[in-house]
């Protein structure tokens, strides 16, 4: 089944920040974040309304980083607490169009994505 889409917000440096309207985690099938071609970083965060804590993983793409330099090419694993929010945020990999994202099953919450951009 196809992953579900996180719309960002672009963070263009030029207008009020305003918070993004989060998309609700789809543990099913996992979710997926498009980087524009103008993407210099990406902010992420993720809540937890669970019962339960749980790890939200970044799948490395096969020999391509899964878009961010903190990863080096391998899969970045972050816990979100229960009731609580996890960040995560990097520069973005040059050509790297997408970032997957993988939750636990079981896991509920929302996520927000910022998109910052090169001038």
């Not at 719309?7 to 309207?21: C, D, K, Q, S, Y």
């Not at 330099?69 to 970045?76: E, L, R």
Request: avoid cysteine; charge should be negative; proline fraction near 7%.
């Amino acid at each position: 089944m196809a992953r579900a889409t996180i719309a960002p917000i672009v963070l263009n440096g030029f207008e009020a920040l305003a918070p993004p309207t989060a998309t609700t985690i789809n543990a099913a099938n996992d979710m997926l974040l498009p980087v524009s071609k103008r993407a210099r970083a990406m902010i992420l965060e993720i809540t937890n309304t669970d019962t339960s804590p749980h790890d939200v993983t970044f799948p490395s793409l096969g020999t391509t980083p899964f878009a961010v330099t903190i990863a080096n090419g391998t899969t970045k694993m972050i816990n979100v607490p229960v009731g609580d929010t996890a960040s995560l945020d990097s520069e973005v990999v040059s050509g790297v169009r997408s970032i997957h994202i993988d939750f636990a099953t079981g896991h509920t919450g929302a996520v927000s994505a910022y998109e910052v951009v090169r001038f």
